[in-house]
Nanobody
Framework: QVQLVESGGGSVQAGGSLRVSCAASGHSASRNCMGWFRQAPGKEREGVAS????????YYADSVKGRFSISQDYAKNTVYLQMNSLKPEDTAMYYC???????????????????WGQGTQVTVSS
């Protein structure tokens, strides 16, 4: 079993930055790929970024490339999402997720993920 706890969300003006964190606990072998997803009201959940834990390879949605950065602190079992140059359209609930199967980590497909956190709200005002 894996537990994921997000933190660091909040409100910021457009152009600002935020960093959200995801602290993981439980069976490490079930956390080969970690991802960040977001869901705005009335919209489908979309993949934002993911990281293949053992290799450190990272993947991004086109909408956030060059602005967001996913990273990990292996010793702390924590994954971060640094968000810069935030836009109002980035407003959403952000969820951390873990996948046992690392294959497809780059697809940002939510169906591949086995464990989910409760989410943290990010609000960007214009």
């Amino acid at each position: 079993q894996v537990q994921l706890v997000e933190s660091g969300g909040g409100s910021v003006q457009a152009g600002g930055s935020l960093r959200v964190s995801c602290a993981a606990s439980g069976h490490s072998a079930s956390r080969n790929c970690m991802g960040w997803f977001r869901q705005a009201p009335g919209k489908e959940r979309e993949g934002v970024a993911s990281i293949y834990i053992s290799a450190g390879s990272t993947y991004y949605a086109d909408s956030v490339k060059g602005r967001f950065s996913i990273s990990q602190d292996y010793a702390k079992n924590t994954v971060y999402l640094q968000m810069n140059s935030l836009k109002p359209e980035d407003t959403a609930m952000y969820y951390c997720a873990a996948a046992t199967n690392w294959r497809g980590c780059g697809s940002l497909d939510s169906r591949l993920y086995d464990y989910w956190g409760q989410g943290t709200q990010v609000t960007v005002s214009s």
